[in-house]
DNA sequence: GGCACCAGAATATGATCAAATTCTCAGGTG
DNA sequence: CACCTGAGAATTTGATCATATTCTGGTGCC
């Protein structure tokens, strides 16, 4: 009578496999790289008990580890919000972006299998597709998918887990201004990413990068700099 | 009769004013970043309620957060255990820190104030106070110290946490290898540092810290190795 | 050697206590 | 007379704990 462990189980959706801080953390950390939390936002416990329909405990272990992430800011007395970033914060991600992801760009470019590339364009091209009809939301997703699969065939889980904290801080921000400046003004440097991972070039890669990231994050100061 | 802004209670210890789960966080952090928990080594959420003698629930947060931190691991199952860094785990590391803390060795050389150089110096001396007498848990503690003073004053706080995880990442590998060989054998480039510091040549530190933080990592890859 | 059982630990809930913000109303002032 | 100010109550929210439930890993029996 027991099937815990039969296999259909293990085919894909398994929502009951995963603990309930797990799913609460997945949840909440999508609703702030995509965008339906705005800076400045009071995220409260309770408030997220009954969105989230999740117990207390949960819900409190999600709020540690998106505050540790980065995600998330502790304003001292007990209220937690979604962070609003400065000029000064946005030099200092550009900065960081820069190095880590540019290096994880070279580790891919000498790793990366032809079929692995194929699935990279692929997601570039629903990229194309939602910056093309105007699509905030599936812009948002499909450039994070975009950088996030190209990082996991680095081989490099330490600074993967770094780039990955890093888009945690500007996404909500990220969300704001391409809401108010639309999808098309956003540059997309990823066909030259893709060139360079073909030619198996790491330079060219992480200069790819380099001007991908720079461009984006210098779009976000713009367009934050338009709203104060 | 309110005495609620009195400053007396500010003076110094409040030992009630910081919650829980914050204490509780920055007790392990302290026994992770300066060794008494060893790689490898299991973490019980009960064990360690008996031990610090907290509730179920703040210890659970802080295991969160440590856990998001990259300073314990999430075995899969419900097991957490500090971390053991393989080969590829230091090489990673050692690119993280040099390109980070070496910015932020430039940052702070341009803000410090001549009193808070003659601060690190002070620090520098009981380091090397304790590497004279053979202090381990005292070089941990001075030489963790010396790096985040010199963080605080390059008005990054962005980068400084991310150099803040990092060292979480390596402190249980660094005590075991100064455990093993001594104090005497690390390196330390302290001196040219603060030398940089004084002349206010921002690529003089960043060339100095290069240098302390690649032998200081080297001679944990050189130690792991020895003990396989 | 494999399977069932058992002990122990982790997960999750809800209740209770404490703190902070907000709201309200009275008093005073321009 | 209207508006600003501030003390205090009320409500909202966070922190912590005790407890029930579920799951993992080991042990012993067949």
Redesign the interface.
């Known amino acids: 009578m027991t099937e815990t462990t039969s296999l259909p189980a293990a085919v894909h959706g398994n929502p009951a496999k995963l603990p309930a ?1 797990e799913i609460v953390y997945q949840k909440l950390r999508a609703q702030i790289l995509f965008g339906e939390l705005v800076p400045g936002q009071a995220v409260t416990i309770q408030g997220l008990v009954e969105t989230l329909e999740a117990g207390m ?1 949960p819900v ?2 999600a709020i ?2 998106l ?4 995600a998330l800011m502790f304003q001292g007395n ?1 209220r937690v919000s979604v962070p609003l970033l400065g000029a ?2 946005l030099e ?2 550009i ?2 972006r820069k ?2 992801e540019c ?1 994880l760009a070279r580790r891919a470019t000498i790793q990366i299998s032809a079929a692995d590339i194929e699935e990279l364009a692929a997601i570039d091209n629903a990229l194309d597709k939602a910056i093309a009809t105007g699509d905030v939301a599936g812009y948002l997703v499909q450039n994070y998918s975009f950088h996030t699969a190209l990082y996991s065939h680095a ?5 993967s ?2 780039a990955d ?1 890093l888009w945690l ?1 500007f996404g909500p921000s990220l969300r704001v201004v391409s809401g108010r400046l639309g999808t098309q003004s956003f540059p997309d440097r990823h066909k030259d990413i893709l060139d360079a991972l073909r030619r198996q070039d790491p330079e060219m890669a992480a200069l790819a990068m380099e001007r991908d990231v720079f461009e984006g994050m210098e779009h976000v100061v713009q367009g934050l700099r338009v709203a104060n």
Chains 1, 2 share one sequence.
């Open positions: 801080h405990t409190r272990e540690r580890r505050i540790s992430d980065g007990r000064e914060d200092e991600l900065f960081a190095t880590i290096e081989n490099a889980p330490i600074l887990d770094i904290r801080r």
